[in-house]
């Protein structure tokens, strides 16, 4: 039986504005807005009141393991970290064992996620293995439905590589996402090469190696007028050439991770692993100028880069342990105060958590059919699908590693005070999450 839901009292953020109005789900859509509805009779009332209710959040870069790596994570338990972060849809990226490179395994994903709690669309892989060698076949994965491509993990080295995946992408109506890290330049290096990774005497990730890679594929993208996206930018002079692109009219989009606009790289003065990630935790320059560069619309894109690792590959030696953090439970209080907390501006929150991210996945009203699922992302208008969050922009509450969704626990906020918190979730019309806490 279809659920009947009630979102009362709250603020509703639209793509033009704000405005206080009552919602009500039927069949799986906003069936009625307005202003003081009556309670249809049935109805579970959620209370919405000091909140926003925007179109649930969508992340473009979620690493959930599976296939092959359920030590870490699975389908199931990623999807509840993220409907707890306030996700409606969640991209998974290909770096699993097998590699997301076939059919088989990409309509196993897809099946997996169909039995979770939230939608999950799996990315492609953009080479056989992610080997940066051989085209995996995206013709095929495209006719499944997969539009996103990416050999996350490792960048794909050789131009010549990803030219010919360009041109094939663009006849296919398909957007390349790209880790921007030139390994002949990065290879070898754990944290971000600096004065501090010297006093340190760890090696470092140069930004070259970021940049280098972004200026190839951008002028890549030019010259063969495909659809690029750049995963986790962490530099600032990256953000700079992605808005020279963007002025020249290239097809560019580009995300950062909350860690890259929090986190500086002086988290790692203490050797602690679970601050390695990469591309790596830059110097405070760079974590402001990305800062300042979601405020004033020059990313597209927030996006988790949700990493978790077993135990056994984590609690290792700096130089040793495998980079990656959680990021899918924390993300909205992160980016709210990078926002500016309470001066944030709630229209830009959901453009940069959910309307963009579902854009550029293209999962919004017209493309998602090609999943077989509702739409994400969308303006909240009656008949429109209900993938809806309701959040609360002035509650606080500190990050216990032991109380997280997901079956990892590394996650660098521990013990942090985040203020925003979720309050409800609600996937395809079906309440997921009511007061933060799990409905089934």
Request: hydrophobic residues 45%; charged residues 20%.
């Amino acid at each position: 039986m279809a659920e009947l839901i009630m979102i009362q009292g709250g603020t509703a953020v639209f793509d033009s504005g704000t405005r206080q109005v009552d919602l009500i789900i039927r069949d799986g859509v906003i069936a009625e807005i307005g202003e003081r509805l009556s309670v249809p009779a049935g109805a579970e009332v959620l209370n919405a009141e000091q909140a926003w209710v925007g179109p649930g959040f969508v992340d473009l870069h979620a690493h959930l393991r599976e296939p092959g790596g359920e030590a870490a994570e699975t389908v199931a338990s990623g999807a509840a970290a993220g409907v707890k972060g306030g996700y409606s849809a969640l991209v998974a990226m290909p770096n699993t064992v097998p590699a997301i490179d076939s059919v088989p395994v990409a309509a196993h994903v897809l099946d997996l996620g169909r039995r979770s709690m939230l939608d999950v669309v799996p990315a492609g892989a953009i080479t056989i293995d992610r080997a940066g060698e051989r085209s995996a076949p995206m013709g095929e994965l495209a006719a499944l439905g997969l539009t996103f491509f990416t050999d996350d993990g490792m960048g794909v080295q050789r131009a010549g590589v990803m030219r010919r995946a360009m041109l094939y992408a663009k006849g296919l109506r398909l957007t390349l996402a790209q880790h921007c890290e030139d390994e002949s330049l990065a290879g070898g290096g754990c944290m971000n090469a600096s004065a501090l990774s010297s006093r340190l005497g760890l090696a470092g990730r140069p930004a070259i190696a970021e940049e280098a890679m972004v200026a190839r594929d951008l002028l890549l993208a030019e010259h063969t007028g495909a659809s690029l996206h750049l995963l986790h930018l962490s530099t600032a002079r990256s953000l700079e050439m992605v808005k020279a692109a963007k002025a020249r009219g290239i097809a560019v989009t580009a995300e950062v991770a909350p860690h890259h606009f929090t986190l500086t790289e002086a988290c790692c003065e203490g050797y602690d692993p679970l601050f390695k990630v990469h591309p790596p935790l830059r110097g405070a320059s760079d974590v402001q100028a990305l800062a300042q560069g979601l405020r004033m619309r020059e990313i597209d894109a927030v996006a988790t880069d949700h990493a978790p690792h077993a135990p056994e590959t984590k609690d290792r030696p700096f130089d040793e342990a495998t980079p990656g953090m959680l990021g899918l439970e924390t993300a909205f209080g992160l980016t709210l105060e990078a926002l500016g907390g309470d001066d944030a501006d709630p229209v830009l929150l959901f453009e940069l958590l959910s309307r963009n991210p579902a854009r550029i996945a293209k999962l919004t009203a017209g493309d998602e059919r090609r999943h077989g699922l509702s739409a994400h992302g969308g303006d909240l208008s009656v008949g429109s699908d209900a993938n809806l969050v309701v959040v609360d922009p002035s509650t606080s509450w500190v990050v216990d590693r032991n109380q997280l969704a997901s079956l990892a626990r590394n996650t660098p906020y521990d013990g942090r005070t985040i203020r925003g918190r979720i309050r409800h979730t609600v996937v395809a019309g079906s309440l997921v999450l009511n007061d933060g806490e799990f409905t089934r």
